[in-house]
Structures are given as structure tokens and as C-alpha cells.
């Protein structure tokens, strides 16, 4: 079994620009969720997927989207990127969207917008 | 509306002390709540979860419905414990609190 992975580990991004995450979950995890962690915040949850549909969404503007595959590979978007994106971008995998699942975060992918 | 609050950012105690890390929420359902932690250059990971009640690593947790509380508990700390603790909510979705930073010093 292996862990969550996220890609790639550092990316740097001009103001305006798009931007494409990646995430592999945990072999056998259908439910995906994607966290953006400010420096010295907590992580605040963008949106999750389950079974390649959304299953629920923060307060996040549209501009930030998302799909799942079905070989547990996921990625986040974002367009039109602006200085307060930048941030650390977590995802995290578990079996199913029930909140009791235990989570499995990846290690992140830092985003700096300039 | 869903909200974590954690009062300390830091907190410092010294080794063999009890430890209490504060949390509080609010909700207007029945929330489940759960403790992570994230070590020194690894990835945040669940510690325990109140549903389960059970003992992690030393570590305890009690959800008190009165005062909407769920302080992460341990009689003796050791240096190892020292991370960054987040205490989380999941109603409609997952809320994690800002995080604090305990620091257990020899």
C-alpha cells in the first residue's frame, strides 16, 4: 500500500497565470479532498471528490476546480491566479467522504504567486 | 457556520509536565472532532478522533457538548510529542483550527 503523493513539490506562478496540481491517493480510496494552508493557518478545505463527481465545496471561488480519474489520481486548477493563492495546497485521500474516515494527506505542494 | 478556534499558537512545557492543548468549536449539529498532528518535516496525520475515544500515543481527548470544547490531554510530556497540533471539526465538511505549536523542552 502505498501513501498519498502530490506533484509537484514546489511550483512558482505569475499573477494571472494557471496553475495544475496532482495528487495520488492511497490505492482502494475513492474520496479525494483538496486544503489550501496559508502560512501559520490551519488547512482550509477547498472541495472534495467522490467517485469523480464533487461531493461538497468550501468557500472557495470558482476559479479554483477540480477532477478525479479512476486510477486515484486527482487534480486541483486554478485560473487567474492572484497573490493570495499563494499558499500550501493539500490533498488528502480516504475510503469513503464519511467524516469518521481517517484522512491521508499528502505532502503538499507549495505555490508562490508572484 | 462551522469554526475551530485554538487560543495558544505556542506552548511550551517542560518535559514529564501535563500538557492540555485547547479547542474549541462551534456547530450547530452533532460534530465529530478530531485531533491531528504534524511532526517535524512529515505530513499532517490524524492523532485521535472522539468517536473513538481512545488513546493515542499518551494522549487524550474529551468532547464536552456544554462548553462545545475538545482539549487534547496528556499527564506527562515527552520531547517527542513536540509538533504542531491542529484540532478539527466535520459537519458538513472538514474546519481545522489554526494550529498550535507545542514545544516540550528538556
Redo the contacts between chains.
Sequence with gaps: ETG?TQSPTHLIKTRGQQVTLRCSSQSGHNTV?W?QQAL??????IF?YYREEEN?R?NFPPRFSGLQFPNYSSELNVNALELDDSALY?C?SSLTPR??D???????TRLTVL | AQR?TQPEKLLSVFKGAPVELKCNYSYSGSP?LFWYVQYSRQ????LL?H?SRESIKGFTADLNKGETSFHLKKPFAQEEDSAMY?C?L??????????TRLSVLP
Design positions: 498519498v479532498s486544503y501559520g493557518q490551519g488547512p482550509q478545505f472534495q461538497g468550501g493539500l488528502a467524516g469518521a481517517t484522512q491521508y494527506f499528502g505532502p503538499g | 475551530v465529530e505530513r499532517l496525520q490524524l478522533r468517536i491542529y478539527a466535520y459537519g458538513q465538511n472538514f474546519v481545522f483550527g489554526p494550529g
